[in-house]
């Protein structure tokens, strides 16, 4: 698989809290340059991102990070603000408590209310594989899909852990294409990357692969 390949996969994060403008900007020029799937960013950059691209890369933002302990009410409003900014993808982060309570229906109607918020943009779960047991990750493949959202995804790269070999089996296994897979979370080389692609990943959160290519391109590879 060649760089471009793997790069139409990425979706180009900076989520730290430091971030400024001028660090978005920079991400936002690298992911024109190198035709990422989208950049993933904060909500308070979301306006200024997709102004600033005007429709060369999508903006993908994030909802109730990185706990997932807001209401339902505070998410669906941050979706729709997102929305209504310029964003084009979701990604919002499960109530962990909820699900590890066995309240599997308020954890599939909360990301029911999301994709009903954000329409026919692109909704994107993270479970945070790392804080779950397997039968836990299983029950969220069946809910992600009954929700009709969009992605599972396994990680906010903030928790105990990031995306596992093991975990993208799991979901490739469980959700049987019924919907799609973001491997997020300490994804360091483009073997893995590959690994992940191979597995069923559809698309990877990273703020690394661009600056792997980039070393790449310096060393004259």
């Not at 026919?120 to 990750?137: G, P, Q, S």
């Amino acid at each position: 698989m060649d760089n471009a390949a793997i790069l139409a996969k990425v979706d180009h994060t900076l989520l730290k809290p430091e971030a400024t403008w001028a660090d978005i900007k920079k991400l936002c020029d690298e992911a024109m340059e190198y035709h990422t799937a989208s950049v993933c960013i904060n909500p308070c950059f979301v306006k200024q991102a997709a102004e600033y691209m005007k429709g060369a890369v999508p903006v993908c933002t994030v909802v109730g990070f990185p706990l997932g302990a807001t209401d339902t009410a505070t998410k669906v409003f941050e979706a729709k603000t997102a929305i209504e900014n310029g964003a084009s993808e979701v990604d919002m982060v499960i109530n962990i408590g909820r699900l590890k309570e066995g309240d599997v229906a308020f954890v599939t109607n909360e990301i029911a209310a999301l994709k009903q918020a954000v329409g026919d943009h692109v909704l994107k779960v993270i479970v945070e594989t790392c804080l779950l047991t397997e039968a836990e990750k299983e029950t969220m493949c069946q809910a992600v899909i009954d929700a009709g959202a969009d992605f599972i995804k396994t990680s906010t790269g903030f928790s105990t852990g990031g995306a596992t070999f093991a975990d993208i089996e799991l979901f490739a296994r469980c959700c049987a294409g019924r919907c799609k897979i973001k491997a997020a979370g300490g994804i360091s080389t483009l073997d893995d990357a590959v690994r992940f692609i191979e597995l069923g990943a559809d698309r990877l959160g990273t703020s690394r692969i661009v600056k792997l290519v980039q070393g790449q391109e310096a060393q004259g590879y």
